[in-house]
């Protein structure tokens, strides 16, 4: 089973022939990932690598039936990348791109949210419709789950890599992940792999103010999903999210959950490598969102050390 | 990245939005012309003399002064330029004055608040007004929520006029004050989305007694990611307002936040390097940075990376914690012994490499023959620096 990415994935590259797009679509290959053709415009008909190349997400979806799409375009373009995924019926888009500005995510959210109807969240920002409830609209797609930008992507181990990650600090097992950070989701599944366990699924949901799919999204797959025994979120200073999960999880899930949150130590005002990791106006503390978890029953990790031995207790 | 208030003001002019008449001045042999031409022009003789600098509270610290007549102004110029400012957001060592903003002084009916950032909750760009300007704006959220008013922005339509209406209302402003801060905000909204700002805040938004609207004070941060395509923006940013080190850092690409701690450190990937400065504190001791050296760092960018690290005095020990991905963990080590083959070791140094070729890297430290402390996790490697730091061997 797994979440998101699973033996049905069938996947494009767009970006393909940038030095990062032929990298990694040979490595996702190389896993056993099935990546059906790549997209860069100017460049269609093209055979690169071994993959067949399109000018459109549109033809190459035509031509393939890929599902999935991976983005490695660079960021002037990104926003629009993803935006040409979804109209041409993507169902998952992995955003890899680091960089994209922030008023273009919030002009391709608005596009992707576009059955919204309502002016003003009512509560904090919990009522506008999510990315993954989005759809019907204008031609996109009853189901289009966008994750990142700015993240490592999406790995199901065994059955499909959508991203950057290094396959093999992965193995299946019963551990969902969902990360903010990339590395430091390599960290957990390497410590989870090392412990004899292994991963559903693990999902970089990217470390962007602006994103696709944040927490909650996931959470909520993860506790519909069999094969999730347990799930380890990790989370950073800047925005509500891990509060909201917080929330979320007391409220609605019944599978153990255990967490992290990276900068106890961040000064405030300023960025932390990730656009989305600022404390500002005194919101966004590490603190408050530890404190929010435990609040909710959640196993924290006392350090970054004891992420997999803090989830694995969780079902031992 | 931030600017200067005189810079905003300098925008938002640029953007049709009212802002008081003032000349900035950045070095003493333009002072006087400036203030004789700043009073020659104010109607009213009053002049505002303000301190540059990139924090808050410069009033409360002695660097804002409100006076009368060339002399006086002249005399609180040379005052605060070359200052050490200190206000609750420069930190103890306080910042010196490089630049001021002279201005004309303005006859102030009302001050109020307005401000423009992207909500990243609902991934929309949110109008703030409030009636009490002059206070910062989390003291306000904090005492008095209902005294913010919002308004939540449909980018494709952008700020309607009615949204703006209602804003101005919600400020209890009347007749042609209400008109004015209605074109006021819906300008600013437009300066915002123009430049790709993150941030503007616009304290005090003053109303005049003759019902002009205009921006008194404002601050503006700018989205990093959206600077590539507003160089006339990217030419306003100080290096006097930064750490050397961040500045050198940058033009290596290299993402570094210099902290006060003693423990120097180099990690790859943003939330590591957080967590990494975290588990220092964990176990005792204090970072000295945040450095994230990337995905897809060379050789020479590692190097360039560690020369930052050992320049700075305050470092007293260094931990070096990678898990490969993209990276290499034999980039790594090579970038690190050309590092110290170049300036030298001078402090204790542990080193946590895992993930793709590790064992290459490993070998690679080995064979070096230079005293490196290794680790085999990053718990492991957080003690052992901590441990040498506080000269105790573990």
Redesign the interface.
């Known amino acids: 089973m797994a979440i998101l990415a699973d033996k049905k994935t069938r996947a494009v590259v767009q970006g393909l022939t940038g030095a990062a797009g032929t990298f990694h679509a040979k490595q996702m290959r190389e896993y056993g990932t099935p990546i059906v053709g790549g997209v860069t415009p100017g460049k269609g008909g093209m055979v690169h690598e071994g993959f067949p190349v399109f000018d459109t997400v549109a033809q190459a979806v035509a031509k393939t039936g890929a599902n999935t799409s991976v983005i490695f375009v660079p960021p002037p373009g990104g926003a629009d990348a993803i935006l040409e995924a979804a109209q041409a019926g993507i169902e998952l888009i992995v955003c890899i791109t680091e960089g994209i500005p922030v008023l273009d995510m919030v002009r391709a959210k608005r596009v992707l949210d576009s059955s919204l109807s309502s002016w003003e969240p009512s509560e904090g920002s919990q009522t506008l419709p999510r990315w993954s409830a989005a759809g019907g609209a204008g031609g996109l797609p009853t189901r289009c789950n966008l994750v990142g930008p700015n993240c490592p992507g999406v790995i199901t181990p065994g059955a499909a890599k959508l991203g950057i990650m290094p396959g093999y600090i992965h193995k299946p097992g019963s551990i969902g992940i969902v990360s903010r950070s990339g590395t430091l989701t390599y960290e957990a599944a390497f410590q989870i792999t090392e412990l004899g366990l292994g991963q559903s699924t693990a999902v970089g949901i990217g470390g962007d103010p602006v994103k696709g799919m944040d927490f909650i999204d996931c959470l909520s797959l993860f506790e519909e999903d069999p094969q999730t025994k347990a799930v380890l979120l990790i989370g950073e200073i800047g925005g509500t999210s891990e509060e909201e999960a917080a929330a979320f999880i007391k409220a609605n899930m019944k599978k153990p959950v255990a967490a992290f949150v990276a900068g106890v130590t961040a000064p405030p005002g300023r960025r932390m490598g990730h656009a989305g990791a600022i404390i500002s106006g005194g919101k966004g503390l590490a603190f408050d969102k530890i404190a929010a978890l435990r609040e909710a029953g959640i196993a924290i990790a006392p350090t970054p050390a004891d992420l997999g031995s803090t989830v694995a207790k969780l079902i031992s | 990245m931030k600017i200067h208030e005189y810079q905003a003001k300098q925008l938002l002019g640029r953007h049709g939005l009212p802002v008081p008449p003032g000349i900035p001045v950045v070095s003493r042999d333009t002072l006087d012309q400036a203030v004789r031409d700043v009073v020659s022009t104010s109607k009213s003789e009053t002049v505002v003399v303000k301190a540059q600098i990139h924090a808050g509270g410069r009033g409360k610290g002695g660097g804002v002064k409100v006076v009368k007549g060339v002399e006086a102004a002249r005399q609180a110029a040379s005052q605060i330029l070359g200052m050490r400012l200190v206000t609750h957001?420069t930190g103890p060592e306080g910042r010196v004055v490089k630049r001021l903003l002279i201005e004309e002084g303005v006859s102030i009916a009302r001050e109020l608040y307005a401000g423009i950032l992207?909500?990243?909750?609902?991934?929309?760009?949110v109008v703030m007004a409030s009636a009490a300007g002059g206070m910062e704006?989390?003291e306000v959220?904090a005492r008095t929520p209902e005294a913010i008013v919002?308004?939540?922005v449909?980018?494709?339509l952008g700020l309607a006029p009615f949204q703006a209406r209602k804003l101005s209302y919600a400020l209890g402003l009347t007749g042609t004050a209400a008109r004015n801060a209605t074109s006021f905000l819906q300008k600013l909204y437009q300066a915002f989305?123009a430049l790709?700002a993150?941030?503007v805040e616009v304290n005090p938004l003053v109303v005049t007694s003759d019902e002009r609207v205009l921006a008194l004070d404002c601050k503006m941060t700018f989205?990093?990611?959206?600077l590539?395509?507003h160089p006339e923006v990217a030419a306003l940013r100080d290096l006097d307002e930064e750490d050397p080190s961040e500045t050198e850092a940058r033009s290596h690409d290299l993402?570094f936040?210099k902290?006060d701690g003693s423990i120097g450190c180099m990690?790859?990937?943003?939330?590591?390097?957080?967590?990494?400065?975290?588990?220092?504190?964990?176990f005792g001791a204090?970072?000295a940075n945040?450095l994230?050296v990337g995905?897809?760092a060379t050789q020479a960018k590692v190097t360039a990376a560690f020369k930052i690290l050992t320049a700075d005095k305050d470092v007293r020990g260094i931990f070096v914690n990678i898990?490969?991905?993209?990276m290499k963990c034999d980039i790594i080590a090579a970038g690190i012994v050309g590092a110290v083959a170049e300036v030298g070791l001078r402090v204790p140094l542990v080193v946590r490499l895992?993930?793709?070729n590790v064992e290459q890297g490993t070998k690679i430290l080995a064979e070096s023959g230079l005293p490196i402390t290794t680790a085999s996790?990053?718990?492991d490697g957080?003690r052992k620096v901590v441990a040498l730091v506080k000269g105790q061997v573990s």
Do not use: W
Request: charged share 25%; glycine share 14%.
């Open positions: 957001q992207v909500d990243r909750g609902c991934g929309r760009v704006i989390e959220a919002k308004e939540y449909d980018p494709a989305v790709d993150s941030l989205d990093d990611n959206a590539d395509r993402n936040i902290l990690v790859n990937g943003a939330g590591l390097a957080m967590a990494t400065m975290d588990i220092i504190k964990h204090a970072p945040f994230d995905g897809g898990f490969g991905g993209i895992a993930g793709t996790d990053m718990a957080a």
